[in-house]
Each structure stands twice: as structure tokens, then as C-alpha cells.
């Protein structure tokens, strides 16, 4: 995979292990995949999905499963920062740990082509306000990216905020938004109706079943 050309499309789609062997039989054929992963300059579209991507998360005590979840988090970050063809990024249904999206913000607000991304879905992460507003911060300088999808978190107030900004910046060219299923009150959606005045990019945008 990592010396692949034509592959255009990935998914990952992790499986539970409940048996030790289970594990140490697979560890590493994973480990030799991220690393491969990492190095491919040929995805374009990538979908992630009910894979553990926390960072020493404390309630793993086996320190193999640490020692993995940390390189697999390593190598798909360095895939992210370097691949310049990355269109269409979903990562669905992994939990993901407030010390995974601060890594996340931190490879997207840092990857020097940010021209190339048009999707970004985040669906059923257990996003709340405070991982919300650092990854919406970091997508601030991707002039490109026309889809966002933030459904099924916890995103409220705090992310409406940071939502805001974005929405009604002059350099978004943002159609779609995508936040059904979370905790938006009736403040949160004030603010993002002000912010809709002043977009004249969106098309069409998602609520429903919000507080």
C-alpha cells in the first residue's frame, strides 16, 4: 500500500479483539500495514471506521494495545500531513479521546496543502465543545473544503461559536453542514443563524434532532 499509485479509495474498519492470541496475531500484520499507510501518496478518498484511535487511553492496561494505538495514531496523522491528494477524510464511529483530536487539529492546522480537501465527517466521535472548536479551528485555511459533517456528538454552544466564525468567513466555500444529533439549545442556533446571513456559500444544512 505504501508504494501504491492507483489506489484511490481506503477503508479501515477495525474489529474487536477479545482474545489475547486474537491479538498478538494480529498486532503485527497492523503494525506493517500503518506503516505502509502512512507512506501512500495515492488515497484520495479515506474512511475510518470503529477503529480505537485514543492516545494512551488509562483504561487499556495491556501496554502492547497502548504502545499500537499510538503508532497507529502516528501513522495515520503522518498520512494525513503528507498525502496532497487527500479529497474526502471520514473517520466514523471510534470514540475518539480528547488527546487524539488535539493530535488531529494539530496535523490539519499544520499540513502545508490545505487546497486539496473538500469532506471532512467526524459522525459519532463523542465530539464535545472543546474538541469541536479545535478541530473547526483548524480548518480555517482550507478555502476547498465544501462538506462538513459533525452528526451524532455532543457539539453545543461552545462549538457554535467556533462554527460561526467559519461559516461566515469571507474565504468558505462551504455547501454542505451536517451537526443532526448533538446538543445545539436555541442559543447555539442563534448564533448560527447569524452566522448564515452572512454565507452565501451553504446549500444545505442538517439540525434536526438537536436539544
Same mark, same amino acid.
Given at each position: &500500500?505504501?508504494?501504491? +499509485?492507483?489506489?484511490?479509495?481506503?477503508?479501515?474498519?477495525?474489529? +474487536?479483539?477479545?482474545?489475547? !492470541?486474537?491479538?498478538?496475531?494480529?498486532?503485527? $500484520?497492523? #503494525?506493517?500495514?500503518?506503516?505502509? @499507510?502512512?507512506?501512500?501518496?495515492?488515497?484520495?478518498?479515506?474512511?475510518?471506521?470503529?477503529?480505537?484511535?485514543?492516545?494512551?487511553?488509562?483504561?487499556?492496561?495491556?501496554?502492547?494495545?497502548?504502545? *499500537?494505538?499510538?503508532?497507529?495514531?502516528?501513522?495515520?496523522?503522518? @498520512?494525513?500531513?503528507?498525502? &496532497?491528494?487527500?479529497? +474526502?477524510?471520514?473517520? !466514523?464511529?471510534? /470514540? $475518539?479521546?480528547?488527546?487524539?483530536?488535539?493530535? *488531529?487539529?494539530?496535523?490539519?492546522?499544520?499540513?502545508?496543502?490545505?487546497?486539496?480537501?473538500?469532506? @471532512? /465527517?467526524?459522525? /459519532?466521535?463523542?465530539?464535545?465543545?472543546?474538541? #469541536?472548536?479545535? *478541530? &473547526?479551528?483548524?480548518?480555517?485555511?482550507?478555502?476547498?473544503?465544501? !462538506?462538513?459533517?459533525?452528526?451524532?456528538?455532543?457539539?453545543? &454552544?461552545?462549538?457554535?461559536?467556533? *462554527?460561526?466564525?467559519?461559516?461566515?468567513?469571507?474565504?468558505?466555500?462551504?455547501?454542505?453542514?451536517?451537526?443532526?444529533?448533538?446538543?445545539?439549545?436555541?442559543?447555539?442556533?442563534?448564533?448560527?443563524?447569524?452566522?448564515?446571513?452572512?454565507?452565501?456559500?451553504?446549500? !444545505?444544512?442538517?439540525? +434536526? @434532532?438537536?436539544?
Amino acid at each position: &500500500i505504501g508504494q501504491s +499509485s492507483h489506489l484511490k479509495k481506503l477503508l479501515v474498519k477495525g474489529e +474487536s479483539m477479545e482474545w489475547e !492470541e486474537d491479538f498478538k496475531r494480529t498486532s503485527c $500484520l497492523l #503494525a506493517r500495514f500503518c506503516k505502509g @499507510f502512512a507512506q501512500n501518496r495515492s488515497v484520495e478518498h479515506l474512511m475510518i471506521r470503529c477503529c480505537d484511535l485514543s492516545v494512551g487511553d488509562i483504561s487499556v492496561r495491556d501496554p502492547t494495545m497502548i504502545k *499500537l494505538q499510538k503508532f497507529s495514531v502516528v501513522r495515520m496523522t503522518q @498520512f494525513c500531513q503528507q498525502n &496532497i491528494n487527500l479529497r +474526502s477524510l471520514k473517520i !466514523e464511529c471510534c /470514540d $475518539l479521546k480528547h488527546k487524539s483530536t488535539r493530535v *488531529l487539529a494539530m496535523v490539519l492546522a499544520r499540513k502545508s496543502n490545505k487546497n486539496s480537501l473538500r469532506r @471532512f /465527517d467526524l459522525f /459519532d466521535n463523542e465530539i464535545n465543545d472543546v474538541a #469541536a472548536k479545535e *478541530l &473547526i479551528e483548524s480548518l480555517y485555511g482550507y478555502a476547498n473544503l465544501e !462538506e462538513l459533517a459533525l452528526g451524532d456528538n455532543r457539539v453545543g &454552544i461552545g462549538g457554535c461559536r467556533v *462554527l460561526g466564525k467559519l461559516i461566515s468567513s469571507r474565504t468558505t466555500c462551504l455547501r454542505q453542514l451536517n451537526l443532526q444529533n448533538n446538543e445545539i439549545d436555541d442559543n447555539g442556533i442563534a448564533i448560527l443563524t447569524r452566522a448564515f446571513i452572512d454565507n452565501a456559500t451553504l446549500k !444545505e444544512v442538517n439540525l +434536526s @434532532f438537536n436539544c
